[in-house]
Structures are given as structure tokens and as C-alpha cells.
């Protein structure tokens, strides 16, 4: 059956109306009016007046402020609003001044919070005079842990979180290079190397019965990772000679310097025997990939691992290891990070 329109008197389609007055067919109501120029232009009109109105409530300085892009004002948004769900207003981390330029001096490293699942919740303003970005420029790598940690170590990070959050209040420790400006990679040939060491804490909000936790960490620069046959100093380094097990056979003199053990000490004991049992799976791994390797002076790669010196200290050890001796033997190389 055909409907005809009361005012024009042509056939109607399916779904469509005439105007009374020009006689022209427009979308129902299932079928809204298309986007034009001036509609877009309104919508980008009041993104922009909310992005403004956001920026206004971050509490940072006005000079910040106007420096922030859009995608920068989100990124510090949704920063803050993390921080909101962890912490009750009167115990919020402090921003800006309200820490104390002279307390954030005396610090080795800057202050990092991390929500359960790595997100970036606060970063402490000193981060600017160690790795040479300020937090909003940070916030641009990224808004997780992992956006501004060397992709290398991101599995063992992952595993470090989760030994952490499976044991609040245990201390768990990781080395990786972290992101820095440009102006500080041409100074100093590179990333910076960062110790960070934190733990699991429960939070809990006054009113509240319920409890979450974050990561609390404090960030300490390290002496720079050594790249890939870097021949600088051989003061801060020593090798060793082990049987495919990672027993002892042979180590430089030099050890005793650097981890206070006598050469005869350490003959024959296990590699495993020295090492922090958090670094345990990451030696594990690089002891599978240099067996697995074909033929003497396949590469296995680095790692970064913390071995017990004789006074009952951890040192940091920046270590590669390859197949040698015919591959019936593993030559490590290990450089001390102060």
C-alpha cells in the first residue's frame, strides 16, 4: 500500500517525513540528522571548554598550565584521579611545593607510586633533576611503569610486582634504565640507570572498611649500564669460568676487590649459592639461553643481579655470560654498579 504525503502528495519511503512548508524528506527520529561543519566545529567547541575546565583544577602552576597540550592535560587528569581512588583526602600524596623542595634535596632518588597494575599514580617533582624530564613530560611516555622502563627487563618487573602484591610489605628491588630527555642522552651517551626499590602497602580510607594497595618505591640513580662492548674501565668489572652448572672453575683476582672473596674461596662453589633469591628465575633464564646456544661464543645477553659479598652485603652485578672453552664452559664478565 502506498502512503502519499498530506502536503505535497508524493509517495512516502519507508521511515521518512516531508517538511509542511519546503517540502523537503529528513531523517526520522530512527535516522538523526547527519554531522555537518558547524556541528563538528560545536562538539570540538565544547571538548575544548571541558579540557580547559579540567586544566584549571590540576593543581599545578599556572606557567605548567599553559604549556600543557590536551593530551597532556588527560594524561595528569587521569594521573590524579588514580591517586583520588588510592588515597583519602587527608592522606593524598603531596603535589607540587607541599613536600618541600629542601626534604625532596636530601633524598638519594624521586618518589614513585604504582597502582596494582603499574599505572603511574604519583611521581614526585625531583624526578626533573635525575632524569632530566619534568612528571607532565614523563606522563607523555606513557602512563604505566613499563612506558618508561627499558623494554628488556619488563618481564622481570611484571614478576617483581606481582611477588610484591602476593606479599604486602615485602621489599622487592629492580635495575633498569629509564627514559630521559634528549639534552640528557647527548650529555651522557644514554638513559639512566635506576634502582627501584619499594613494596606493596595497604591503604585505607578513614570512612571506609574496604582497603587497597599501591606500590611505594623510591628511585635511585645507579652507575650507567655498560653497552655492548664498551671497553672503558676495567677497574669496576671481573670474570669468572664455570662448568655448565654454574659451578666455579676459574675467577679473576679482581673479585676480591669488588665482592671480598679469595679466588680459592669460590672454586668450585655454585653461582646460585651467591645470588639474591629474587634474582634466582632472571639467572635461571640467562643460564637457559646460554645453554641452549650452539658452539662456543654464542652470546647469551646481560642481566642485572644482586650477589652476596662476604661481608653479608648485596652488590649489584651488570653480568653477560657466553659459551666458551670449546661450549663446554660459560664465561661470565660482571661489572659492579655503585
Not at 563538528?40 to 571541558?50: P, V
Not at 649489584?316 to 660459560?330: E, P, V, Y
Request: aromatic fraction near 6%; charged fraction near 20%.
Amino acid at each position: 500500500m502506498t502512503v502519499f504525503c498530506n502536503h505535497c502528495h508524493r509517495p512516502l519511503q519507508a521511515e521518512m517525513i516531508c517538511l509542511p512548508r519546503r517540502g523537503k524528506q529528513v531523517p526520522s527520529a530512527s535516522k538523526p540528522f547527519r554531522s555537518t561543519k558547524s556541528a563538528s566545529k560545536a562538539r570540538r567547541d565544547q571538548i575544548n571548554l571541558e579540557l580547559q575546565a579540567l586544566r584549571s583544577l590540576l593543581p599545578i602552576s599556572m606557567r605548567e598550565k599553559e604549556r600543557l597540550s590536551y593530551l597532556h592535560t588527560m594524561a595528569l587528569v587521569c594521573l590524579w584521579l588514580r591517586g583520588a581512588q588510592l588515597f583519602s583526602p587527608d592522606l593524598a600524596p603531596p603535589v607540587g611545593p607541599a613536600l618541600g623542595a629542601e626534604l625532596l634535596s636530601l633524598l638519594p632518588g624521586f618518589l614513585l607510586v604504582l597502582s596494582a597494575n603499574g599505572k603511574l599514580v604519583y611521581i614526585s617533582e625531583n624526578v626533573a633533576q635525575i632524569l632530566g624530564l619534568s612528571m607532565v613530560e614523563l606522563l607523555a611516555q606513557g602512563d604505566t611503569v613499563f612506558d618508561i622502563l627499558d623494554g628488556q627487563v619488563h618481564e622481570d618487573v611484571r614478576k617483581k610486582l606481582l611477588l610484591a602484591q602476593e606479599e604486602p610489605g615485602r621489599e622487592v628491588t629492580f635495575v633498569s634504565e629509564m627514559r630521559t630527555s634528549k639534552a640528557f642522552r647527548l650529555q651522557h651517551g644514554g638513559n639512566r640507570a635506576m634502582a627501584v626499590h619499594g613494596r606493596f602497602t595497604a591503604l585505607s580510607w578513614p570512612t571506609s572498611s574496604s582497603s587497597t594497595a599501591a606500590f611505594l618505591a623510591l628511585c635511585t640513580p645507579v652507575a650507567r649500564l655498560p653497552a655492548d662492548g664498551d671497553a672503558s674501565s676495567q677497574d669496576d668489572l671481573f670474570h669468572s669460568t664455570h662448568i655448565l652448572d654454574m659451578t666455579f672453575i676459574d675467577v679473576t683476582e679482581s673479585v676480591t676487590y669488588h665482592l671480598g672473596y679469595r679466588r680459592e674461596e669460590l672454586i668450585g662453589q655454585s653461582w646460585y649459592s651467591l645470588l639474591h633469591p629474587e634474582d634466582a628465575d632472571l639467572a635461571a633464564t640467562q643460564h637457559r639461553t646460554v645453554g641452549e646456544s650452539l658452539g662456543a661464543g654464542a652470546a647469551a645477553g646481560t642481566a642485572v643481579l644482586r650477589v652476596l659479598r662476604r661481608d653479608r652485603t648485596w652488590a649489584w652485578l651488570h653480568t653477560s655470560a657466553r659459551r666458551d672453552g670449546g661450549g663446554h664452559a660459560i664465561t661470565c664478565t660482571s661489572r659492579c654498579l655503585r
